[in-house]
């Protein structure tokens, strides 16, 4: 049993050894083919002909211009675009916005303070008054002739004339109040509304409309209603002297026979004199100078 066993082992050993030595054989016949082998490149042939043939001619010479064509018939117009409710919301919407930059009155105005009107007049509004005059301090003079008090003058944050062009336009349209303010140098205070306000233009000389009193001050405007405005260089007064200049100055104002009224008099802490300085009559009497007014109107 031993002796078959070594046999047999000795017969796989001979077969492994015979294939490895016919393996290491059929290799280096091959390599020794590729190697030796005699083939060769062959030759490249010709390049194939285009399928046009033929050299091809020259361009030809361009034809005549045709006449043009006739004109087209109109088309037909198209429907305009309506805005609808988005663009009207803002529409409305950028008008409020313009009256909050540029109010065309301290009535449509936002805020207070200076301000320049569409119309381009830089007005001072108050709670929706326009104020067009202003005392305080003296520190303006008022002491002008006819073409300041129609054009203005002053600080517009400080005492001023707002110009009696400017209150002219304003007024001209109706619908406009008058408030009076006045104030004593003891600091006391009273006002004089009236419900109706206007005056004319230039040519007939600013004839001042006011009506419909109330308030504590008195009226003593009403015998200026109906009466032109005056000044030292436009005498258009019914005294025979010049109620401009009768009173210690030459301010602007509208006079009857001079009058009871005369908040554009010369700035005084003490009377020089009969209606001297600025006077309302029926507060004050004509011997008691006031300290600050302020005129300011509205038209709704």
């Known amino acids: 049993m031993r002796g078959a066993v070594l ?20 290799t280096t016949d091959c390599n020794n083919d590729v190697v030796n082998s005699t083939m060769q490149k062959g030759d490249k042939g010709d390049v194939g002909r285009s399928g046009k043939s033929g050299i091809p001619g020259a361009q030809g010479d361009p034809g005549a211009k045709g006449e043009p064509g ?16 988005l663009g009207t919301d803002i529409i409305t919407r950028l008008a409020k916005l313009e009256e909050f930059l540029i109010p065309r009155s301290c009535v449509t105005s936002l805020r207070d303070g200076p301000q320049r009107l569409t119309s381009g007049v830089e007005v001072y509004c108050e709670d929706g008054w326009t104020i067009f005059q202003r005392r305080i301090d003296g520190s303006v003079s008022f002491e002008r002739r006819w073409d300041d008090y129609a054009n203005g003058f002053g600080q517009i944050d400080g005492e001023f004339w707002l110009g009696l062009d ?22 006391n205070q009273a ?4 419900s109706s306000f206007s005056i004319e233009s230039a040519e007939n000389l600013y004839r001042l409309h006011v009506s419909g009193y109330s308030g504590n001050a008195g009226d003593s405007l009403a015998n200026s209603n109906g009466r032109p405005f005056s000044t030292e260089d436009s005498d258009n007064d019914y005294s025979r002297g010049n109620c401009a200049t009768y009173f210690g100055g030459s301010q602007g104002w509208w006079f009857s026979n001079c009058g009871l009224s005369f908040l554009n008099g010369v700035w005084m802490r003490q009377s020089s004199g009969s209606h001297h300085g600025i006077i309302w009559y029926h507060w004050k009497r004509a011997t008691e100078p006031l300290k600050e007014t302020k005129m300011k109107l509205r038209c709704d």
């Not at 001979?14 to 016919?22: G, I, Q």
């Not at 006739?70 to 805005?83: F, N, P, R, Y």
């Open 166 to 187: 400017n209150i002219h336009e304003m007024t001209r349209g109706g619908g406009c109040r008058l408030k009076i303010e006045l104030w004593d140098f003891d600091g």
């Open 191 to 194: 006002h004089a509304d009236y």
């Open 7 to 26: 046999l047999l082992s000795l017969a796989c050993y001979v077969m492994m050894t015979y294939s490895e030595e016919r393996r290491q054989v059929l």
């Open 70 to 85: 006739g004109v087209g018939q109109k088309g037909m117009q198209g429907e305009s675009c309506a805005l609808g409710s």
